[in-house]
């Protein structure tokens, strides 16, 4: 209740200060990872370019690494008005009820960015965001981060190495019921707390983007890295609805055209910054890394598939279907 009423407090403070004409447009953009990742730095271009376009109309503020509100927070602070604008990964969609987002948690869903680009850009993106309005929040755009890779302090060869692990997870019943069928053992836990569990053996492992594993320094916890691309981590950038529609015309034509461009950027980095992030791990002998054979991976694939059935009446036959279509799935491959 306290953390509501801040919330509620901060919102009131911050709508008193929109209210004066001569002074800018203040936007809160909060997110819970570093400055130096694709997010942080996508977030960093945004401004630069909302700033330039609205002739200092608007000042947008960033928040990195968890600094206003932690990951578990900023939705709730997004819908009170606390915060203007946040970037969750999709995972965090699931918990505030609109599970269909949970489709991109799913394992091996999607093979490369180019597939996944033709469900974040199309129809089914589109759609997603709709179903977000009626929560009072406005999407604005996908941004990637990458594909992620296990780690853990033994080795993760084969899918027999998984048992019994404790394995970090974002609040996602998806990636809970990925890590059961490894028969791992999740563990939800926010980001920002991750480091300091893998360090002190609440956890064994977890799943990152290379980015995310690199800049939060979790490869100095955790002795081994399996390169094995399994499933997809990106965000959704989005705003609080009514704060959207309350601007004026030219300034929201503006942060759209912003938006756009800040979107491109953050995408088109994102893979660089993992090979740079991975080759970085390397470099630093801390952490052995390991790329599966061609038959670990279909052995992988193979244990991970039956989370898709499993967790169709959980996001939605007909989503599921949407991005197989899409893609070009074929679960005769898995």
């Known amino acids: 209740m306290k953390i509501r009423a801040l919330i509620v407090g901060l919102a009131a403070l911050g709508f008193a200060a929109a209210v004066s004409a001569?002074?800018?447009?203040?936007?809160?953009?909060?997110?819970?990872?570093?400055?130096?990742?694709?997010?942080?730095?996508?977030?960093?271009?945004?401004?630069?370019?909302?700033?330039?376009?609205?002739?200092g109309a608007v000042k947008v503020e960033v928040y990195a690494n968890s600094t206003l509100y932690k990951d578990k927070e900023e939705m709730e602070a997004l819908q009170l008005g606390a915060?203007?604008?946040?970037?969750?990964?999709?995972?965090?969609?699931?918990?505030?009820?609109?599970?269909?987002?949970e489709v991109f948690d799913l394992p091996y869903i999607f093979d490369n960015a180019a597939e996944l680009h033709k469900v974040t850009t199309g129809p089914v993106g589109k759609k997603l965001f709709d179903s977000l309005e009626p929560k009072g929040i406005k999407g604005l755009a996908y941004w990637d981060n990458g594909f992620k890779v296990f780690?853990?302090?033994?080795?993760?060869?084969?899918?027999?190495?998984?048992?019994?692990?404790?394995?970090?997870?974002?609040?996602?019943?998806?990636?809970?019921?990925?890590?059961?069928?490894?028969?791992a053992l999740p563990q939800?836990?926010?980001?920002?707390?991750?480091?300091?569990?893998?360090?002190?053996?609440?956890?064994?492992?977890?799943?990152n983007p290379p980015s995310n594993l690199y800049t939060q320094k979790m490869y100095e916890v955790q002795k081994h890295v399996t390169l094995s691309d399994h499933g997809y981590l990106g965000y959704a950038v989005i705003t609080n609805?009514?704060?959207?529609?309350?601007?004026?015309?030219?300034?929201?034509?503006?942060?759209?055209?912003?938006?756009?461009?800040?979107?491109?950027?953050?995408?088109?980095?994102?893979?660089?910054?993992?090979?740079?992030?991975?080759?970085?791990v390397k470099a630093s002998g801390k952490t052995e890394v390991y790329t599966l054979t061609p038959e670990e991976r279909k052995e992988l694939k193979k244990a991970l598939y039956p989370v898709h059935a499993k967790m169709a009446s959980r996001i939605g036959k007909e989503t599921i279907d949407a991005v197989y279509q899409a893609t070009g799935f074929d679960p005769n491959k898995m």
């Not at 604008?85 to 269909?100: D, E, H, I, N, Q």
């Not at 853990?152 to 890590?179: C, F, W």
């Not at 529609?245 to 800040?262: I, T, W, Y």
């Open 151 to 183: 780690s853990a302090n033994t080795p993760l060869h084969k899918v027999e190495d998984y048992k019994g692990l404790k394995m970090r997870i974002q609040s996602s019943k998806v990636l809970d019921e990925q890590m059961r069928a490894l028969k």
């Open 241 to 280: 609805k009514k704060f959207w529609d309350g601007l004026p015309g030219d300034v929201r034509g503006e942060l759209e055209k912003a938006m756009a461009e800040a979107t491109e950027y953050a995408n088109s980095i994102a893979k660089d910054e993992n090979v740079k992030a991975m080759a970085a």
């Open 83 to 101: 915060v203007q604008m946040v970037a969750p990964s999709l995972a965090k969609f699931g918990p505030l009820g609109v599970r269909t987002f």
């Open 188 to 207: 939800v836990m926010a980001f920002s707390e991750v480091y300091q569990a893998l360090q002190t053996g609440v956890v064994d492992g977890t799943e």
């Open 22 to 55: 001569a002074d800018p447009i203040v936007i809160k953009f909060s997110h819970v990872v570093a400055t130096d990742t694709p997010k942080g730095k996508g977030a960093e271009k945004f401004k630069e370019l909302a700033e330039k376009y609205t002739k």
